[in-house]
């Protein structure tokens, strides 16, 4: 038998290359290629073993002929495509827990050097200038640290900055007050960390909440004197902006190890006083690698030369029986967990997963790992089907699996119902033919569709001429409807339209829908 090939392209512990030899892969280590040299040789290999620097585009998927597998040694994948990977029938691995001590002790780093100027002070005095009096430092005792997502990473800071006695407030939508209590920390809204925070440090994914979640607008409403590190991803923060802000002293100091275009060579941020950066290190300890390189080797050769699947972004973990009849239901439960994800506001702190018909015959615990990743999906790059039933309990959501054995009106049906602070939501599928997804309920009200690539989700008063009026909007903005779905809860109450369409819907045009008459309320959803 073949050997399955194996490319490392991007520089890892020599450990990942060991690992895959003795487990029966062959293995070439080719750090640093530009994109058309991977592109003219990945269509050899079967696994592609990457860190951040490698891109894993469209382009390069195309090429990829023969992968069945990409490895990400390390947590973010914002470098993979992964909807076209998974498109392509690739399997895309992170590992998300290998290097989060190692970046929450580079956030804390950046912060101490923040808080006493350490490289400009080093700087000086190696220059010989002895600069004593230039250097004021703060104390980071009693001080209160803002920290932008408490996920794993978040945790570990928190954990570490009430150890030098900081007072921690978090913002992050998935935390519990369980959770926030067992972590020890303040759970604030934006608006309150923002205004109170001493010290602001990030550790959120980048997605379309996220993104410039430190505009030039909220780092206005920060606290005179704050100084912020981000050691999660460039983009969450306006550089512009904070240069800016750093140059009026309203931000006294800002570290920096992710910038929104890597690798950062001319930023305009390079210079200006009390600004510190490192190139993307917050992952670059021996430890951390040497977990990383060995978690992703083991993954993917236990994936080319067994089928085992471990971390999977992008598939259920199955045994070689279950696979072909929970296979449909994945799908559906993925998406009916990322439609309440989109449209649940606030936090989310208790699910129900009900399954009746064929449904309840089937394993339920793959079913609500799908829910629940599609669910978190929205707020964690990391979440998958076997780790999102963990990352649910660790963050106190209370997830209950209801099996009923009626049959309904459907022979099968998957239900998904959480508690929100506006009052329970619940959303219901089932499967068409040969085990085609489909949507029969949002929030109570009777509807029939496909949940697939860009969508439109309206709820409007049940009265003439507002299809007309939304067909005309989107036509006269050029976009396309694929699939129109209507429901209503009583005739001129309440009404529910679900639109796919062509393309993304840019943010104008759904103001300008909000804005039409009997609109309550609009939201582009995504699958
Ligand atoms: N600098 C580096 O070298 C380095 C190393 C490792 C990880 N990272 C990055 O650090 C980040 C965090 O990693 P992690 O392992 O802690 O991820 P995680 O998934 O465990 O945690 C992310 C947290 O962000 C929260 N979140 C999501 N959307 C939010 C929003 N709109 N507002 C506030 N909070 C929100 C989530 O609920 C979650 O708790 C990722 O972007 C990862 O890629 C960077
Ligand atoms: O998401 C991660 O794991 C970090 O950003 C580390 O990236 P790196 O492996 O390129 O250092």
Redesign the pocket.
């Known amino acids: 038998m073949t050997k399955p090939k194996v490319l490392i392209s991007d520089k890892m512990d020599p450990n990942a290359a060991r690992i895959f030899e003795e487990r029966g892969c062959e293995v070439d280590v080719k750090p640093g290629m530009t994109p058309d040299e991977l592109k003219a040789v990945i269509g050899e290999y079967d696994g592609l073993a990457i860190r951040s620097a490698t891109k894993v585009t469209r382009d390069i998927l195309d090429a990829a002929t023969n992968l069945k597998v990409i490895g990400r040694a390390?947590?973010?994948v914002?470098n993979v495509d992964i909807p076209y990977a998974s498109s392509k029938g690739v399997v895309v691995m992170n590992t998300?827990f290998g290097?989060?001590i190692t970046?929450a002790e580079?956030a804390i780093a950046l912060l101490m050097a923040l808080a006493r100027q350490i490289p400009a002070a080093d700087t000086q005095t190696q220059r010989g200038e002895w600069p004593k009096s230039a250097f004021m430092g703060v104390e980071v005792t009693g001080k209160t640290l803002g920290l932008?997502?408490?996920?794993?990473?978040?945790s570990i800071v928190a954990s570490r900055a009430l150890g030098l006695k900081m007072k921690v407030v978090a913002?992050?939508?998935?935390?519990t007050p369980e959770r926030a209590i067992e972590l020890g920390v303040e759970k604030v809204d934006l608006e309150t960390l923002l205004a109170r925070a001493d010290f602001i440090t990030l550790?959120?994914?980048?997605?379309d909440?996220?993104r410039n979640?430190l505009s030039r607008e909220n780092l206005g409403k920060t606290k005179p004197g704050v100084r912020i590190v981000n050691?999660?991803?460039g983009g969450l923060v306006d550089e512009a902006a904070l240069k800016e802000l750093l140059d009026s002293g309203h931000v006294a100091g800002a570290a920096l190890?992710?910038f929104q275009t890597e690798p950062a060579k001319d930023s305009p941020l390079f210079g200006t006083p009390n600004f510190i950066c490192t190139p993307?290190?917050?992952?670059s300890t021996t430890e951390a690698q040497v977990n990383v390189a060995l978690q992703v080797a083991e993954q993917m050769a236990d994936y080319l030369v067994n089928g085992g699947v471990t971390n999977a972004l992008n598939m259920p973990s199955l045994s070689a029986e279950e696979a072909p009849k929970l296979k449909p239901y994945m799908a559906l439960a993925e998406n009916l967990g990322s439609l309440v994800g989109q449209l649940a506001h606030g936090n989310l702190d208790k699910i129900s997963i009900e399954r009746e018909g064929h449904a309840a015959e089937l394993s339920g615990k793959p079913i609500t790992g799908a829910v629940l990743a599609g669910l978190m999906r929205e707020?964690?790059?990391?979440?998958n089907m076997v780790n999102a039933p963990f990352l649910a309990k660790e963050?106190g959501i209370d997830v209950r699996e209801v099996r009923h054995d009626r049959e309904g009106v459907y022979h099968t049906l998957v239900r998904v119902t959480v508690a929100t602070e506006a009052g329970d939501r619940s959303v219901a599928g089932t499967l068409f033919g040969a085990g085609a997804p489909r949507l029969v309920e949002i929030f109570g009200v009777a509807i029939e569709a496909d949940l697939k690539g860009n969508m439109l989700y309206i709820v409007n008063e049940d009265a003439p001429g507002f299809i007309g009026r939304i067909g005309t909007l989107l036509g006269q903005n050029g976009i396309n409807i694929g699939t129109f779905h209507l429901g209503r809860r009583d005739a001129g109450g309440e009404a529910v339209l679900l639109l796919s369409v062509d393309q993304p819907i840019p943010d104008d045009v759904v103001k300008q829908a909000c804005a039409l008459e009997g609109v309550r309320m609009v939201k582009p959803l995504a699958f």
Do not use: E, K, M, W
Request: glycine share 14%; with cysteine; hydrophobic share 30%.
């Open positions: 390390g947590i973010g914002d998300p290097n989060s970046t580079h932008i997502g408490a996920g794993n990473i978040g913002f992050d939508p998935f935390l550790h959120t994914p980048l997605t909440q996220t979640i050691c999660a991803r190890d992710v993307h290190l917050g992952a707020y964690s790059d990391s979440v963050r």
